[in-house]
Every structure is written in C-alpha cells, then in structure tokens.
C-alpha cells in the first residue's frame, strides 16, 4: 500500500503500560515517526525501551494511550512491523536458508516465492553463499546478519530493533551499522532502534528519543549530520557535540539527584 509522505507514518499516543504487578512502566510516551525515518531511542536499563518496541509491534496492550500505523490503531502483531530481537532467537540446527524461510513457510508462501524471497534478503545482508550453512558454524556477526534477513524476507515497513549490536565487537558492530544504513535506504524502511551506545544513535538516526528513568522523553535530539553517513563523522567535532549534548541528557537524573544531595554541603 503506497504511504502518504506527508502524514506521519506512525503516531505514539500518550502511552502508558502496566504489567501484572500494574506497576506504570511507561510515562505518557508521545511521539510521531515519519516514513523512511531512523529513530534511536537511549535510556538506563530499567526504563521501558524494551516495552515500548513491544507495544509498537503488538506484542503487549498500553494501559493508557495508542498507537496507530497509517491512521490504523495497533492491536496486535502485523507483517508491517519486523522485530529484529536481542537475543536473534535464531534456530542454531537449521542452515541460513531455513532461518530466513522460517516465517514465510508458516505464513503458507509458495515454495518458488520462499526461495527467491529468502535470497533476495540473504543478499541484503551480504551473505549470498552462505545459504547452506549451518548457523552454528557462523560468527556473531553473521548470525546477526542472518537475524536481520529473517525479518527483512517479510517486507516490513517498519523494522523495530532491540540492542540488536550489543554482544559484537567494535568493528563487526559498526560494519554492521553501515549495512542497515545501506538496507534502509535501499528499502526505504523506517527503523526504530533501542541501543546503549550513543556513538550507534547518533551514527544512524535522524532523531534520539532520550528517556528518562520514569520511562518519559526527557529530550529528543535532530542529528543533522547529512545522509548518506560518511564513517569519518564519528570523529569530527559536530558528532562529538551532538555526544556532548546525549551525554548530558543521560546523566540529567544523576545530577538532579546530585544537586539536592549537595545543596546542604
Ligand atoms: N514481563 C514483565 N513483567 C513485569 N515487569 C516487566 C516485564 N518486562 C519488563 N518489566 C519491567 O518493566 C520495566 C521496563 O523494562 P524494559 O522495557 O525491559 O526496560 P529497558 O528495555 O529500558 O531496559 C523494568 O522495571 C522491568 O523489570
Ligand atoms: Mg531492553
């Protein structure tokens, strides 16, 4: 279905969340995404990050508040949302192919579509050749890979991640980064990315949602670095104000702590 540019894509309505011990996890999130947008979001452990992802993907109902997608309201799981997990949930006895083919042939997909559908995402990863390998046999950033193709044999729109860099190495992770760079823009997809590392958040996104403990937007942050990203950014003086700037907003808790600690002294 084609997608009007100029609404938003995705709006995030007032949300809220209880789990079963109806503690409130997330503090009234509000929050429009545009189609084709790169999305960080950065937060202390703990302040429902997480959450929201699941909200966004129909996993978990909001206490309070919606979510609607192209007008529509989320209410459950969709192929439009892609959910690339923290923990990849690969099946390590089943070779790449079978990986990335999973979801297709329990969506009932033709045997010819499953294949041409499953290559064409094993070669956005950069793994053609590797379709008959067994997953245990991969490196971590190959089995990411393969975690990224499986979600992208789905076509969805939007591609919802979860610290999905964490356990790699500096150098596999940012050659990782310039991959997704290059994916989104050749699918155009809009990406919504939960990670710890500001150096990740300001590399890819257009915007960083900075959450607070109590699981509100304590500041949302334009990085106008220019697209496509050229790697020698991460070393220049406008990336490291926009890192300034995050690291302040992260330790903004910290300090308000500090202060009143401190006020007597
Ligand atoms: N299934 C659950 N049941 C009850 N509490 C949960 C559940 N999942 C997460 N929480 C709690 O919700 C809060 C937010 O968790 P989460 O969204 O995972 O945070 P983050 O991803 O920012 O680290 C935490 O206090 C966590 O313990
Ligand atoms: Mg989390």
């Known amino acids: 279905m084609p997608v009007q540019k ?3 894509l995705m709006e995030i309505n007032h949300i809220s969340v209880a789990y079963q011990d109806n503690r409130s996890i997330l503090n009234d ?5 545009n189609q084709g947008e790169f999305v960080s979001i950065i937060g202390k452990s703990g302040c429902g990050k997480s959450t929201l992802l699941n909200v966004i993907a ?11 997608v192209q007008g529509r309201e989320v209410t459950k799981p969709g192929p439009d949302r ?24 329990m969506a009932g997909v033709s045997k010819q579509e499953i294949l041409e559908r499953s290559k064409e995402a094993i070669r956005m990863v950069g793994l053609s050749g590797s379709e008959n390998k067994s ?18 044999v789905t076509k969805p729109n939007i591609l919802l991640m979860d610290e999905p860099f964490s356990a790699l190495d500096e150098q596999t992770r940012e050659s990782l980064q310039e991959e997704l760079l290059r994916i989104q823009k050749e699918t155009d997809m ?34 106008g670095l220019g697209k496509p990203r050229i790697p020698e950014i991460r070393v220049s003086s406008y990336f490291n104000e926009y890192k300034k700037q995050l690291m302040q907003d992260l330790r903004y ?13």
Do not use: C
């Open 6 to 8: 100029s609404t938003p």
């Open 29 to 33: 999130i509000h929050l429009t995404i």
């Open 58 to 68: 129909g996993y978990i109902k909001p206490k309070h508040g919606k979510i609607t």
């Open 82 to 105: 892609g959910f690339v997990f923290q923990d990849l949930a690969l099946f390590p006895w089943l070779s790449v192919l079978d990986n990335v083919s999973f979801g297709l042939r």
């Open 135 to 152: 997953i245990s046999d991969l490196s971590g950033g190959m089995k990411q890979r393969v975690a990224i193709a499986r979600t992208l």
């Open 190 to 223: 809009t990406v919504i990315l939960v990670t710890h590392s500001i150096d990740e958040a300001i590399y890819l996104s257009d915007r960083v949602a900075v959450f607070d403990d109590q699981g509100g937007i304590h500041n949302m942050i334009h990085i």
């Open 253 to 265: 808790d910290f300090q308000i702590q500090y202060e009143s600690e401190g006020s007597g002294i």
